[in-house]
Protein backbone atom coordinates (compact mmCIF):
# COMPACT_ATOMS: atom_id res chain seq x y z
CA UNK A 1 0.00 0.00 0.00
CA UNK A 2 1.59 3.38 -0.94
CA UNK A 3 1.61 5.67 1.68
CA UNK A 4 3.07 9.48 1.51
CA UNK A 5 4.76 11.24 4.71
CA UNK A 6 5.41 15.30 4.22
CA UNK A 7 8.24 16.75 6.26
CA UNK A 8 9.98 19.97 6.50
CA UNK A 9 9.74 23.45 9.03
CA UNK A 10 6.94 24.48 10.61
CA UNK A 11 7.47 27.75 10.73
CA UNK A 12 9.50 30.18 7.76
CA UNK A 13 10.52 33.84 7.81
CA UNK A 14 8.63 35.89 5.43
CA UNK A 15 10.91 35.69 2.29
CA UNK A 16 12.34 32.72 3.01
CA UNK A 17 12.28 29.79 0.58
CA UNK A 18 9.58 27.00 2.16
CA UNK A 19 11.12 24.00 1.03
CA UNK A 20 9.12 20.23 1.72
CA UNK A 21 9.66 16.87 1.18
CA UNK A 22 7.49 13.76 -0.03
CA UNK A 23 8.40 10.70 0.94
CA UNK A 24 6.59 7.85 -0.77
CA UNK A 25 6.44 3.91 0.00
CA UNK A 26 4.96 1.46 -1.13
CA UNK A 27 5.42 2.48 -4.61
CA UNK A 28 8.10 3.88 -6.80
CA UNK A 29 7.73 7.47 -8.17
CA UNK A 30 9.11 6.91 -11.74
CA UNK A 31 5.77 4.38 -12.15
CA UNK A 32 4.16 4.77 -15.39
CA UNK A 33 0.73 6.99 -14.63
CA UNK A 34 1.13 8.31 -11.95
CA UNK A 35 1.66 12.34 -10.82
CA UNK A 36 2.67 13.05 -7.59
CA UNK A 37 1.37 16.76 -6.36
CA UNK A 38 1.78 19.09 -4.17
CA UNK A 39 -1.44 21.09 -2.70
CA UNK A 40 -2.26 23.52 0.46
CA UNK A 41 -5.25 24.73 2.22
CA UNK A 42 -4.54 28.22 3.86
CA UNK A 43 -6.86 28.47 6.89
CA UNK A 44 -10.38 28.94 6.00
CA UNK A 45 -9.92 28.58 2.47
CA UNK A 46 -10.33 25.54 -0.03
CA UNK A 47 -7.73 23.62 -1.54
CA UNK A 48 -5.39 24.76 -3.82
CA UNK A 49 -3.39 22.72 -6.59
CA UNK A 50 0.22 24.13 -6.70
CA UNK A 51 1.71 21.79 -9.07
CA UNK A 52 2.87 18.19 -9.76
CA UNK A 53 5.83 15.96 -11.22
CA UNK A 54 5.06 13.76 -13.74
CA UNK A 55 6.33 10.01 -13.52
CA UNK A 56 8.66 11.29 -16.43
CA UNK A 57 10.04 13.80 -14.62
CA UNK A 58 7.99 16.67 -16.61
CA UNK A 59 6.70 19.31 -14.00
CA UNK A 60 3.74 21.21 -13.82
CA UNK A 61 2.44 24.33 -12.01
CA UNK A 62 -0.16 26.82 -11.29
CA UNK A 63 0.25 29.79 -13.53
CA UNK A 64 -0.29 31.80 -9.95
CA UNK A 65 2.27 30.09 -7.91
CA UNK A 66 4.73 29.07 -11.31
CA UNK A 67 7.01 32.15 -10.60
CA UNK A 68 7.95 31.26 -7.11
CA UNK A 69 7.33 27.17 -7.40
CA UNK A 70 9.91 24.50 -8.01
CA UNK A 71 9.14 20.42 -7.56
CA UNK A 72 11.89 18.13 -7.92
CA UNK A 73 12.41 14.20 -7.46
CA UNK A 74 15.36 12.29 -6.17
CA UNK A 75 14.17 8.83 -7.36
CA UNK A 76 17.10 7.06 -5.23
CA UNK A 77 15.32 7.94 -2.17
CA UNK A 78 11.57 8.04 -3.20
CA UNK A 79 11.00 11.55 -2.78
CA UNK A 80 10.06 14.57 -4.03
CA UNK A 81 10.13 18.10 -2.98
CA UNK A 82 8.55 21.14 -2.74
CA UNK A 83 10.10 24.75 -2.55
CA UNK A 84 7.83 27.80 -3.05
CA UNK A 85 10.23 31.23 -2.96
CA UNK A 86 9.79 34.71 -1.31
CA UNK A 87 7.13 33.42 0.80
CA UNK A 88 4.40 35.86 2.99
CA UNK A 89 1.94 35.41 5.43
CA UNK A 90 -0.38 34.53 2.46
CA UNK A 91 1.67 31.33 1.98
CA UNK A 92 0.57 30.02 5.57
CA UNK A 93 -1.27 27.19 4.93
CA UNK A 94 -1.57 23.20 5.28
CA UNK A 95 0.64 21.53 2.61
CA UNK A 96 -0.04 18.33 1.26
CA UNK A 97 1.25 15.60 -1.10
CA UNK A 98 -0.95 13.50 -3.36
CA UNK A 99 -0.73 10.70 -5.87
CA UNK A 100 -2.57 11.26 -9.04
CA UNK A 101 -3.90 8.11 -10.94
CA UNK A 102 -4.13 9.19 -14.53
CA UNK A 103 -5.49 5.73 -15.32
CA UNK A 104 -8.45 6.25 -12.41
CA UNK A 105 -8.82 9.95 -12.77
CA UNK A 106 -8.29 11.01 -9.19
CA UNK A 107 -5.88 11.28 -6.38
CA UNK A 108 -5.85 8.11 -4.89
CA UNK A 109 -3.52 8.65 -2.01
CA UNK A 110 -2.80 12.08 -0.08
CA UNK A 111 -0.22 12.58 2.50
CA UNK A 112 -1.16 13.49 6.22
CA UNK A 113 -0.49 17.51 5.44
CA UNK A 114 2.02 19.36 7.33
CA UNK A 115 1.18 22.96 8.75
CA UNK A 116 3.25 25.72 7.70
CA UNK A 117 3.04 29.50 8.86
CA UNK A 118 5.10 32.08 8.19
CA UNK A 119 5.92 34.73 10.73
CA UNK A 120 8.68 36.95 11.74
Known amino acids: QVQLQESGPGLVKPSQTLSLTCTVS??????????WSWIRQPPRKGLEWMGA???????YYSPSLKSRTSISRDTSKNQFTLQLSSVTPEDTAVYYC????????????WGQGTQVAVSS
Open 26 to 35: GGSIPTNYYY
Open 53 to 59: IAYSGIT
Open 98 to 109: ARVSTVRGCYDN
